[in-house]
């Protein structure tokens, strides 16, 4: 059983700044790739940026000038910092695990204030 666990969410007023982290374990786990995506309130789940085994990263076109993925020390641990938070960026963060196999966090919840 792959074990997915997201953390680094809170309440924060605009232009602040967060770091969401994403611990994968399980008996296969070792260098994972891996995703996150966002869900606004109502809204469809969107990705964010992804990270390949070799530390490539992809951003969606919206998400290049504030955030910034990475792999932590640990091989099996990612990072989603965001900077200058907008209204627009409330909503739930979810890390799915790309590599090696598929599987969905429970996400962590971003909530930003005027």
């Avoid at 969410?9 to 891996?34: N, W, Y």
């Avoid at 969107?46 to 990263?57: A, G, K």
């Avoid at 938070?85 to 930003?112: H, N, S």
């Amino acid at each position: 059983q792959v074990q997915i666990e997201e953390s680094g969410g809170d309440s924060v007023q605009a232009g602040g700044s967060l770091r969401l982290s994403c611990k994968v374990s399980g008996p296969t786990i070792d260098r994972i790739a891996a995703s996150w995506y966002h869900q606004a309130p109502g809204q469809e789940r969107d990705l964010v940026s992804s990270i390949n085994l070799f530390d490539r990263v992809f951003y969606a076109d919206s998400k290049k000038e504030r955030f910034t993925m990475s792999r932590g020390d640990a091989k099996n641990t990612v990072y989603l910092q965001i900077d200058d938070l907008k209204i627009e960026d409330t909503g739930m963060y979810f890390c799915k695990l790309d590599w090696p196999r598929t599987a969905w966090g429970q996400g962590t919840q971003v909530t930003v204030s005027s």
